[in-house]
Every structure is written in structure tokens, then in C-alpha cells.
């Protein structure tokens, strides 16, 4: 059976990518980013290839508990922390660390006695206004977190950058400054830095980085293709021509016949949609490579397929391989076309696709 989407997920890759990470980082320890399903790549197959991680960052507890479940037994960090009394019994039985990032989990710390220490990331709220607690507020969390039996000692800090990804941005030099003042004589153990800060904020590497979309090869810097910055992409996402037609000149193609031949010309219909994952929203023109030969998609996108220009491959045939991103098309291309970013279309890759790890 192979007449649908297929995921490649190449794992020398992922080493590959990982092994640049730590290039770039030789002192600091890494927790290898591999929360949404490893972003959309397998979070089993990416925690068994990651050996070398120091840790594994996740956001939520039921994506640490299947790493668990599947014998992983290196650290692993829950960046959202827990929700609830629950919650932090989970932590506690699976051996997590957690993120505590806001007043009610520090009264849920410590209303709840645990059976052993648990081991927790303070974070600082720097001015990405998503998580953390504010520079003013952190000093008596931390007094508050030192006191708890049911914190293991030393608590750690971390914060988590906006702007990492432009050059020179003067809110990621504010950030960095209020985390370097609000954590001087709090922990020896921090971390700041994403995938964008490791390549362009060496100052934020501190002792732990936090390396996410670079580890499946794509470039977190704008403007810069992730080969160029030595990075191999993981996930080639391809599919089969499974109809080739001639259309006449004025044929318009698909749903609300968006798209109309120009001439007459050769159209290929694809088996792959956004219900799959491929974006609805890719624009005509995003390129499509069938056999490897650059064409361009037309016509709105379906559930289920997709339709391209055949005029730069006119030999193209039924069966013929269609590569939509990875190699030889990076994903950053069609992010722009369909005015998104890699991250969400990697992590929205659906069941249906077939992960074939090689
Ligand atoms: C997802 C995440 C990262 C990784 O970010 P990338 O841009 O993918 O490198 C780092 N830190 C935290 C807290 C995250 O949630």
C-alpha cells in the first residue's frame, strides 16, 4: 500500500542537526526540544535517536508520560509545569522536572506534601509576557521555592526569549539584561537560549540551551536557509501523481475553479491535502518538485489532493514521485507561500501520513 502521503524522517539528520547544536554550544548542556510530536516528526523515534541530549524539553505532561511509557528515562523538562495537584503527583511519580512559572503552582507546591523533592526551572518573565513571573516578583518565589520541602535543591532559572531570531534586537538586549540582574545571586544553573539565540546571541547560551526547530534542520534566522547554516532537513514529505490530464486553454481547476489554464497544458493530480497537513493555504506558484523537477502548484488545495502545473515536466507520469518539502525543497519556502512558518506546518503533519524512518 503506497498510494498516499509519506513522511521520510531521516535520523542521521536529526543527529546531524543535533551534533551542530552542540558545535555551536561546546560548554553548555542541551535539552533537546522535542515537544508537538517531536514537531510533528515522532517524539519516540526522535527521543531513541537524541541519545546524546543531556535532557528532553516537552511542553505538557502527557508527552513526557509517553516518553516514559517508552522506556525513555533521561531527564525530562515540562515547560508548562503542571496544572494542578494531579498534575504534580504525575510529576512526582514519572520523575519529571517542571517549569514554575506563576503563583498558583507555588501555592500547589506548597499545599501538597510529596513523597520526594521535586526538581524545578523557575522562570523569569523578561518581557515576552507569555509565562514567568516579573523581575520583581522572582526573588521571593525563589525564597519561597528554597523553603519547600518539596523542592529539590538548587532551584534553576530560566526565561525565554521573543526576538531572538533578529540581529542585534534591542528587546532581546533588554531581556537578556533583566534576566543577567534578577538572576546575579539566585542558582548556578540557567538557560535562555532557543534554536535563533544559539546561532545569534552567544551571550544567552548560559549553562542549558533549549535547541528546537534546528534539530529537524530548519533555519530559525530569517532570510537564511537552513543548508546554509549546515543544517539537514529530517522530514521529506512526498506523495504520487495519481492522474495526469490534458486541459484546454481556459479549463479552470478545483474547488471555486481559482486557477485557469492559461494554454493547453499537461495538470497533475497529487495525493496529498490539508488533510494530510499540507497547508490550504499554499498559494499558486508554491513550488512542488516532481521527479525532482521544479513545478508549481494551481488551484486550491483539497482534503485530499492537490493539483500542479506540469509544464516544467511535461514527461511527468502517473505514479511519478512528488516531493512537497525537505530535501531539495526547503519547508521555509513553503511556509512563505502559505504565510505561515515551517514550525506549524512540521507539527501539523496528521496520522494519515505514513512516517517511514530511514
Ligand atoms: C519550543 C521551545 C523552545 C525551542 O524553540 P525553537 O525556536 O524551536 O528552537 C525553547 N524553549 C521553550 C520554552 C520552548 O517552548
Known amino acids: 500500500?503506497?498510494?498516499?502521503?509519506?513522511?521520510?524522517?531521516?535520523?542521521?539528520?536529526?543527529?546531524?542537526?543535533?551534533?551542530?547544536?552542540?558545535q555551536l554550544v561546546p560548554t553548555a548542556k542541551i535539552f533537546a526540544m522535542i515537544k508537538s510530536n517531536a514537531y510533528g516528526h515522532g517524539l519516540i523515534p526522535a527521543?531513541?535517536?537524541?541519545?546524546?541530549?543531556?535532557?528532553?524539553?516537552?511542553?505538557?505532561?502527557?508527552?513526557?508520560?509517553?516518553?516514559?511509557?517508552?522506556?525513555?528515562?533521561k531527564r525530562i523538562v515540562i515547560m508548562?509545569?503542571?496544572?494542578?495537584?494531579?498534575?504534580?503527583?504525575?510529576?512526582?511519580?514519572?520523575?519529571?522536572?517542571?517549569?514554575v512559572h506563576c503563583e498558583e503552582q507555588l501555592q500547589i507546591l506548597t499545599a501538597n506534601t510529596l513523597s520526594k523533592p521535586v526538581e524545578v526551572w523557575l522562570k523569569i518573565d523578561t518581557g515576552m509576557h507569555r509565562l514567568g513571573f516579573s523581575a520583581e516578583q522572582v526573588l521571593s518565589a525563589y525564597a519561597g521555592l528554597q523553603q519547600n520541602p518539596s523542592v529539590k535543591q538548587p532551584v534553576h532559572i530560566m526565561t525565554h526569549l521573543a526576538n531572538a531570531d533578529i540581529m542585534n534586537d534591542t528587546t532581546t538586549k533588554a531581556q537578556l539584561k533583566i534576566f543577567a540582574e534578577a538572576s546575579t545571586e539566585l542558582s548556578?544553573?540557567?538557560?535562555?537560549?532557543?534554536?535563533?539565540a544559539i546561532f545569534?546571541?552567544?551571550?544567552?547560551?548560559?549553562?542549558?540551551?533549549?535547541?528546537?526547530?534546528?534539530?529537524?534542520?530548519?533555519s530559525p534566522l530569517p532570510g537564511i536557509a537552513?543548508?546554509?547554516?549546515?543544517?539537514?532537513?529530517?522530514?521529506?514529505?512526498?506523495?504520487?501523481?495519481?492522474?495526469?490530464?490534458?486541459?484546454?486553454?481556459g479549463d479552470s481547476i478545483g474547488y471555486g475553479g481559482t486557477?485557469?489554464?492559461?494554454?493547453?497544458?499537461?495538470?497533475?493530480?497529487?495525493?496529498?491535502?490539508?488533510?494530510?497537513?499540507?497547508?490550504?493555504?499554499a498559494k499558486n506558484g508554491t513550488p512542488v518538485l516532481v521527479d525532482d523537477v521544479q513545478c508549481q502548484l494551481v488551484g486550491r488545495v483539497s482534503m485530499d489532493m492537490l493539483t500542479v502545473d506540469l509544464r516544467n515536466n511535461p514527461q511527468a507520469k502517473y505514479g511519478d514521485t512528488v516531493t512537497l518539502w525537505g530535501d531539495g525543497l526547503p519547508v521555509e519556502i513553503i511556509a512563505e507561500h502559505a504565510g505561515t512558518i515551517a514550525y506549524e506546518l512540521l507539527s501539523k503533519i496528521t496520522s494519515r501520513v505514513r512516517k517511514q524512518l530511514c
Open 259 to 281: 486557477w485557469t489554464c492559461p494554454k493547453d497544458m499537461p495538470v497533475g493530480v497529487v495525493a496529498i491535502g490539508y488533510g494530510d497537513g499540507y497547508p490550504r493555504h
Open 1 to 22: 500500500m503506497n498510494s498516499g502521503a509519506i513522511a521520510d524522517i531521516n535520523l542521521s539528520a536529526l543527529e546531524h542537526n543535533f551534533n551542530r547544536a552542540k
Open 47 to 73: 527521543a531513541t535517536t537524541l541519545t546524546d541530549a543531556d535532557a528532553f524539553g516537552v511542553a505538557c505532561l502527557s508527552e513526557g508520560i509517553e516518553l516514559r511509557q517508552a522506556g525513555i528515562d
Open 80 to 99: 508548562r509545569g503542571f496544572f494542578d495537584a494531579e498534575e504534580l503527583e504525575l510529576v512526582v511519580d514519572y520523575n519529571f522536572d517542571v517549569v
Open 226 to 249: 537552513g543548508v546554509e547554516l549546515n543544517l539537514q532537513p529530517v522530514m521529506t514529505l512526498h506523495s504520487k501523481l495519481i492522474a495526469v490530464k490534458n486541459l484546454k486553454k
Open 188 to 196: 548556578d544553573s540557567t538557560s535562555i537560549a532557543n534554536s535563533a
Open 200 to 218: 545569534n546571541w552567544p551571550e544567552a547560551h548560559s549553562d542549558w540551551v533549549r535547541p528546537g526547530i534546528m534539530l529537524y534542520g530548519v
